[in-house]
């Protein structure tokens, strides 16, 4: 389920009109009369609250480790499956680097061979697992980051 897209704002013609009614405790009460051309959607903290939660989802990035040893099949494409909490068939997720900063030249080398063979390749997530499918076996061990689940 996506957020709400299609807010609107109240309309009127003129001014807001409120009613001034006196309460008993010496307050007064301003019910709203205006008459609107259009209704307006209120916007409150399950709003606010789902949009945060999909904003810091779409920022949020988790690494896992793609051993050398661990795809499978005697020919192209070999496939890895990983387990990824929380991702499901609508997750959009970006594989991205998780290189660590400060490696040698010769680790960078290997990490960036292994990174194109994986992302030239394709993923599909759902019910908690990511299968990566590659048409070239990496050499050495890979983590990479999921940004969005």
Known sequence: MGLKTDYKDAMFDG???YRLIPNED???????????TQ?????????????NKAINQINHVTEITL???????SAAPYTQI?????ATEDSEAMVVSALADGVTETVQKAYNKAF????????????GII???????????????????
Do not use: C, H, M
């Open 39 to 51: 209704k307006g959607d209120k916007f409150g903290a399950n709003d606010i609250n789902a949009t």
């Open 67 to 73: 051993t050398a040893s661990g795809w499978t099949g």
């Open 131 to 149: 299968t990566f499918k590659a048409y070239k076996k990496p050499a050495t061990d890979i983590k990479v980051g999921l940004k969005g689940v």
């Open 82 to 86: 990983a387990e990824v909490l929380g």
């Open 26 to 36: 010496g307050t007064y009460s301003l019910p709203d009369e205006t008459t609107y």
């Open 15 to 17: 001014q807001r009109r």
């Open 116 to 127: 194109g063979i994986v992302t030239s390749g394709t993923a599909t997530l759902g019910n």
